[in-house]
Structure formats: structure tokens, C-alpha cells
């Protein structure tokens, strides 16, 4: 297929780091071209002047966010912007016949009075906002499939939800009793200068943050264990940075109803569970992931342990949260939505060591 036949995409917001992995993965994707980069920022100036390794593979120049432009020039729109800003967007796009897919927390809420108690802003999209899917392919892959606009998953939510999904699907825990200890490398702050992100504060230093449910992604994590659970649940999560790069590692324990279970029913169900889920990878009794597995790749590694003295599960997932976190979910979501193979583009081998 030569590169004209090929299907236009757009990214808004391509000057961040989910931005520069966007590009990167649709770069290398065979059914698609870019054809359009855009940020008012960064307006006028060639995508590789912020990322000169990209020199000689990308040759597109940062285009002002015009809707009309954006709409004519690509069939898939890729919204990677702050917060508080796809939603004046998406509407807009949507009526112009574009399919679009945000990577913020603006269409991730079924209810927006929750998204407006953690996020603020003004909507006036509640239509569209009604029609959007949520962006965890696991879960709602079929959904996908027939989408046109799509709240992608967070980076904290879709490791800690690939870990419990198959517990509270199958009532095999007390919902209650979740807790969920995440790690996630500095990345996950974005390409800007924070203090907590400088070297010499965040190197040889682990640290916890947005203690006691104050982290925006709690009520995301709520939302689908609700919708798992089939009743309203609430989960204990704490995020802790991590002197790393990139890199996910979430461990969530719970209480199991059967005392019973040991850890090779569990992994014989979170198989069957994610049996037509490629990018889900179950380690075998006794191996449990690290982040470096993950790294630069789509993958969600998940190891399984009980504790028979508490009675507890323990699962841990590790993921990379600009690739299957942000970028990679993106574009896993795009494949469904256009009818392709689902891990079309998609990296699923890191490099080690």
C-alpha cells in the first residue's frame, strides 16, 4: 500500500510526550499517514526542532488548531492536550465526520457531574459526551467497534483495572476490600518543569502523592469497578513516583470470598478472562513483572499470588504509561474502531536489559 491510499490521521497536542509516541507508533503503522501536527504553542515550527532524533522520519511542521483545517485533511483525529480542552474540540469534529480519540480525562466519565467535581470546566457537550466509549479495549472491545469518539483510558487506571477486572467480574472478592499500590515512572508528569521532576529531587527517591483518594484517577478506577461489580463500590489508591523514566507498576489486593482458591485457579481464570486479549501477557505461577518488560512496548504483564494466611489475592501489573498507558491504548483503539487487527502497529517486545 503506498503511503497516499493510506488513511489520514491527525494528532492535536503532538508537542508532549504522548504526542512524540503517537507519532512515533503511527509513524510505523502500515494503514495510516500523518497528515497533520497541531498546537498553538508550538505553532510555525518543525516537528523535529523539539525532537530532533526524528530529523530525517518526520518532515511535517506544527500547524495553529483549526477545526476546518484539522477536519479536512484527516479522517482520525488524535486529541493530546491538557485537560478542560478536548471536550471544545471533539463536538466540533465529530460533525465534520471525523473519528476521534482523546487522550485526556474529558470523555473517560459516563456522569460528568463527577468529571466536573475532579476536573472543573464548563461542558455544554453533554450529547456527545453521552455517545462516547470508554478506551479500554479489554473490557470494551465490542463498544469500540462501533465508535466515533473515545475517552482513552488512564495510564493508572488501565493498570490497575487489567489487574482486578477478572476479581469483580466474576465476584470472586469483596470489592470493598481493594487496594491499590501504584509506581509509575516521572513521564507520567508530561514534557514541562516541575520541581518533583527535576533529577536532583526525583533520583534515588520513592515517594507517595494525592494520598487518601485525592488522585484524579480514583474515581475513573471507581467507575468501571462499579460497572464490573454492578454495584457502586469505592477502592483505596495510592500513586507513588518512582526515580525511572517510564514504566507502570500497580499491585491491588483484595480479600478473596473463597479461602479456597489458590493461585493456579486464579491464573487458569485470568487466562480464560483475557484469552482474546493479545496484548495481556499471565506469567506462570511465581513470576511476577517488572516494568522493564513493559517498557517501549503495549503490553500489560500481570502476575498472580495468594496469600493464604490473609486470605488476600495480590496481583501486579506492569505496564509502560506512555505506550499501553497513553499512546498505545490510542492507537489499539483505533485499530478496533476501523475494523483492523488490534495489534496492528503495536510494539510487543521491549528492549532488555
Given at each position: ?7 489520514p ?21 502500515p ?11 508550538s ?64 470523555y ?28 479500554l ?21 488501565t ?30 508528569g508530561?514534557r ?26 480514583t ?21 507513588h ?26 491464573i ?54 506512555l ?31
Open positions: 500500500m503506498v503511503n497516499a491510499e493510506r488513511i490521521v491527525g494528532i492535536v497536542g503532538a508537542s508532549g510526550y504522548g504526542g512524540v509516541q503517537l507519532v512515533r507508533l503511527l509513524q510505523d503503522h494503514l495510516v499517514r500523518i497528515a497533520y501536527l497541531g498546537g498553538d504553542s505553532a510555525g515550527k518543525p516537528f523535529c526542532s523539539l525532537y530532533p532524533h526524528l530529523n530525517e522520519c518526520v518532515d511535517l511542521v506544527i500547524e495553529p488548531i483549526d477545526i476546518d483545517k484539522i477536519a479536512s485533511k484527516c479522517q482520525i483525529v488524535f486529541l493530546s492536550l491538557p485537560n478542560n480542552l478536548a471536550y471544545t474540540m471533539a463536538p466540533q469534529l465529530i460533525e465534520k465526520g471525523c473519528k476521534v480519540l482523546d487522550l485526556s480525562a474529558d473517560r466519565f459516563s456522569n460528568l457531574d463527577i468529571y466536573k467535581k475532579w476536573y472543573g470546566g464548563e461542558r455544554t457537550d453533554q450529547a456527545i459526551a453521552a455517545t462516547a466509549v470508554y478506551g479495549p479489554e473490557l470494551y472491545r465490542d463498544r469500540l467497534a462501533t465508535a466515533q469518539l473515545v475517552g482513552c483510558a488512564g495510564c493508572y487506571v493498570a490497575s483495572l487489567l489487574a482486578i477486572s477478572p476479581l469483580l467480574k466474576q465476584g470472586l472478592v469483596d470489592p470493598h476490600t481493594t487496594i491499590i499500590d501504584a509506581k509509575s515512572g516521572t513521564s507520567g508530561g514541562q518543569a516541575k520541581v518533583n521532576m527535576l533529577l536532583a529531587e526525583a533520583d534515588s527517591s520513592i515517594g507517595a502523592y494525592s494520598v487518601g483518594g485525592h488522585h484524579r484517577h474515581p475513573e478506577i471507581e467507575q468501571v469497578c462499579s460497572d464490573l461489580a454492578g454495584h457502586d463500590i469505592l477502592v483505596q489508591f495510592t500513586p513516583l518512582m526515580p525511572m523514566v517510564r514504566g507502570i507498576l500497580a499491585t491491588v489486593y483484595a480479600t478473596l470470598r473463597d479461602p479456597g482458591l489458590v493461585r493456579e485457579d486464579l487458569t481464570i485470568y487466562k480464560a478472562f483475557y484469552r482474546n486479549s493479545p496484548l495481556v501477557k499471565i506469567l506462570p505461577g511465581g513470576t511476577y513483572p517488572q516494568t522493564k518488560w513493559a517498557c517501549g512496548t503495549n503490553l500489560c504483564y500481570l502476575g498472580i499470588e495468594v496469600d493464604q494466611r490473609t486470605g488476600r489475592v495480590i496481583v501486579m501489573s506492569a505496564i509502560d504509561n505506550i499501553k498507558g497513553q499512546a498505545g491504548q490510542g492507537v489499539q483503539c483505533m485499530n478496533i474502531m476501523m475494523g483492523w487487527e488490534e495489534t496492528l502497529g503495536l510494539p510487543q517486545l521491549c528492549f532488555y536489559p
